[in-house]
């Protein structure tokens, strides 16, 4: 394949790449949300603030600003992870005649000599 037919087949994506931008570009612009916007009070702590938030605590007048609870997300997001490690785990492993074995095999006690020497 030449280099102009190459060009060619990737003029037209390029165009719609770019259409599609304008789009997103000109629609954030132009959105509104309904609400003013608020600076954080100078005597709030920004920290203690999100933690309240994201465990919902918020409702108890623990926060000097008011915000939307984040415990369903915060729990979402660990259960996500706690699957994304041990699916790391479990494909780490590999099975040897049937029997399951370490990722690394045998560890090497004896600074990565095989066979046991010590030296």
């Known amino acids: 394949m030449s280099s102009d037919e190459s060009r060619g087949s ?3 994506p390029a165009i719609a790449v770019g259409g599609l931008f304008a789009v997103l ?3 954030v612009n132009g959105a509104t949300f309904g609400f003013e916007e608020v ?3 100078a005597d709030a702590s920004v920290v203690h603030n999100i933690g309240y938030a994201l465990f919902n605590l918020a409702e108890y007048d623990l ?3 008011p915000s939307e609870g984040f415990l369903a997300a915060f729990l979402i997001a660990a259960v996500a992870l ?3 490690v041990d ?3 479990y494909l780490a492993k ?3 005649d049937g029997s399951v074995v370490a990722a690394v095999g045998q ?3 004896d600074g990565g000599r095989d066979g046991g020497d010590r030296r």
């Open 87 to 89: 699916g790391a785990v």
């Open 10 to 12: 990737r003029i037209a």
């Open 107 to 109: 560890a090497f006690t």
């Open 82 to 84: 706690d699957v994304a």
């Open 94 to 96: 590999r099975e040897e």
């Open 63 to 65: 926060g000097a600003v």
């Open 25 to 27: 570009a000109a629609t």
């Open 39 to 41: 600076g954080f009070p």
